[in-house]
């Protein structure tokens, strides 16, 4: 069996064009058709009367679990994650390290026809410190997982590619392709990223860039196929 995973972040559904517009994030989506996206870059606006979250979950027909790293008066802001399947469980991982932006990650665990994925889901820090910490971190719990599947992925936020985030990852995951994402109208640089263990569940990794998914937001989605 195949599933198809993406890491998208949406920056906060405003467009190259400076516009808002969480149609335009839909209809990406729905030209992804993935069966689980991890989203960053979330904030929490009403659109048609419900929170934006709510609104793309609805118009895509998934399941929606949201994951706020920042909560303020006027909205939350942070992760996300939609699932067209059914979660057995979920957990909001902490990864800030002050002084900085607090930062999280989302934790699920699914059993698909009696084989188990475990999916971690994050953006992380700007600066290496927080970066170091935060790959530690979601690393240090996939032990404790027995399953078939483990997959992390998201906006790494890592500019460099001999950065030691990366060389942590590569000693777990294995070497993975790395797709530029950013900036989406010109992409130099592989922020988002989608690893998988064991390495051979992997089939396929690439960028979606079409026409919409170039102005929807300054990251196009990166977009994996495993097998299990």
Not at 65 to 90: C, D, Q, W
Not at 178 to 185: D, I, M, W
Not at 193 to 201: G, M, N, S, T, Y
Request: negative net charge; glycine residues 4%.
């Amino acid at each position: 069996m195949e599933l198809k995973l993406a890491s998208y972040n949406i920056h906060a559904c405003i467009g190259t064009d400076g516009h808002f517009d969480p149609f335009r994030i839909v209809d990406v989506i729905r030209e992804m058709d993935a069966d689980i996206i991890a989203l960053q870059e979330v904030e929490h606006h009403m659109v048609n009367d419900i929170d934006l979250l709510d609104f793309i979950a609805q118009q895509t027909g998934m399941i929606g679990i949201a994951g706020p790293t920042m909560f303020r008066e006027s909205r939350h802001y942070g992760n996300a994650v939609l699932s067209k399947y059914p979660l057995t469980s979920h957990e909001l991982i902490d990864l800030s390290l002050e002084p900085h932006e607090p930062r999280g990650a989302i934790q699920i665990n699914l059993t698909i026809e009696q084989h188990q994925l475990v999916i971690m889901t994050t953006h992380f820090g700007l600066k290496p410190a927080e970066r170091q910490y935060q790959v530690e971190k979601l690393l240090s719990r996939l032990p404790q997982h027995e399953v078939d599947t483990a997959v992390l992925m998201g906006d790494l936020n890592e500019w460099f590619i001999w950065g030691s985030t990366l060389r942590r990852l590569k000693a777990y995951f294995d070497t993975t392709p790395a797709k530029k994402s950013f900036p989406s109208f010109f992409p130099i640089f592989a922020l988002d990223r989608i690893w998988v263990h064991p390495r051979q569940h992997l089939l396929s990794l690439d960028v979606h860039k079409t026409a919409l998914a170039k102005k929807a937001s300054d990251h196009l989605p990166v977009v994996a196929r495993i097998l299990f």
